[in-house]
C-alpha cells in the first residue's frame, strides 16, 4: 500500500507544518489555549528554537516551535510521542528560562510577558480523569482565583480526544481531529478538515510527494526510534510489575510466616525450633518472644 500522507505528529512534519506558517501556528494556538477573546493571538514572529542560557555553562535546550507575538507574549509548541517525568521537568525547565531571559539590566519586572507552554502528547499520562485537556497556572493553594502570572502550562494527551468531547470549540475540535486522524493510512480527507483554509493547507503539506526521498528517509527512522523507545519502555513497566508481583508475594510470605512464628512462640515452643519451622532468622524470632 502506497502512503498518501504523512502523520503530522512526527518530528519533521510537525515542523514543517508549524515551523513556518505563522498564520497557521495562530489558529493551532488560539484552538488550544485557554485564551479569553480579549488575549487572542494576532500576530506573531518566530524565533530561534534553540534556547541558549544567559549565564556561561548552562543548558542548552531546544523547542519544536517558538515565537512571540506583539505584546511581547512568548509561545512555546512541543509535540511529544511519550510522556515522562523528564519531559514534564524540561517543559518547566524551558518556560522558566523563556520568562526569565526577558529580563534586561536596569528594567523593570513589571515589563515581564507571561509564558504560554503548549504540550501535545501523542500518550495517555493521567489514568485517573477521562480529561485530555491540562492547564496549570500558578495559583494559591486554598483560592485557585488568586493567580500569580506569567507561566502557563497546557498538555493535552492526544489519545484520549474523541470528536464528541468537546461541544462549544469547533477550531479546537478541528485541529485536533487533524493532528489524531491523519497518518500513514489516510487515503481521503474529511471535508470538515479540507473547509478550513490554514487546516486545509496544513493537508497539502502532508502529501508524501511534497517530501524529498531523503525527508521519506528521516520519517521512517524517526519512527523506528519511537517503536524502539517505546518497546523499551513496555519492557522496563513489564520488569517493574514482575519485580513488585515478586516482592509482595515475598512480603506475604514473610508476614504468613511471622504470624506462624508468633502462635508457635505462645504455645511455648523454643525460639530456635520456631526459626527452623518458619524459615525466619533467629535474630528476628527471639524479637518477636520479646516483643
Known sequence: ??????????????????????????????????????EQIRKIKYLPTELVPQLEGGKNTIVDVLCTDVRGRKFCVEMQMEWSDAFQQRVLFNASKLYVSQAKKGGKYS?????????????????????????????????????????????????KFTP?????????VLWLRFLTEINSNTKEIPADLLNDPEIGKAVEDLEVSGFTDAELRAYDKFWDSVSVERTLLDDRYQKGMEEGMEK??????????????????????????VAKATQLSLEIIKNLSNS
Open 111 to 159: 515589563e515581564l510577558q507571561p509564558v504560554y507552554s503548549l504540550n501535545l502528547v501523542n500518550d495517555i499520562f493521567t489514568h485517573d480523569t477521562p480529561d485530555f485537556i491540562h492547564n496549570y497556572r500558578i495559583v494559591h493553594d486554598k483560592d485557585s482565583n488568586k493567580v500569580i502570572e506569567g507561566l502557563h502550562f497546557t498538555f493535552i494527551e492526544l489519545p
Open 164 to 172: 464528541h468531547s468537546i461541544a462549544d470549540k469547533r477550531m479546537m
Open 248 to 273: 509482595g508475594r515475598a512480603e506475604g510470605k514473610h508476614e504468613a510466616n511471622t504470624e506462624t512464628a508468633q502462635r508457635l512462640l505462645a504455645m511455648g515452643i523454643s525460639a530456635e525450633q
Open 1 to 38: 500500500m502506497v502512503m498518501k500522507y504523512l502523520d503530522p505528529k512526527a518530528d519533521l512534519t510537525f515542523k514543517k507544518i508549524f515551523g513556518n506558517h505563522p498564520k497557521r501556528l495562530i489558529s493551532l494556538l488560539n484552538a488550544l489555549l485557554p485564551l479569553s477573546d480579549e
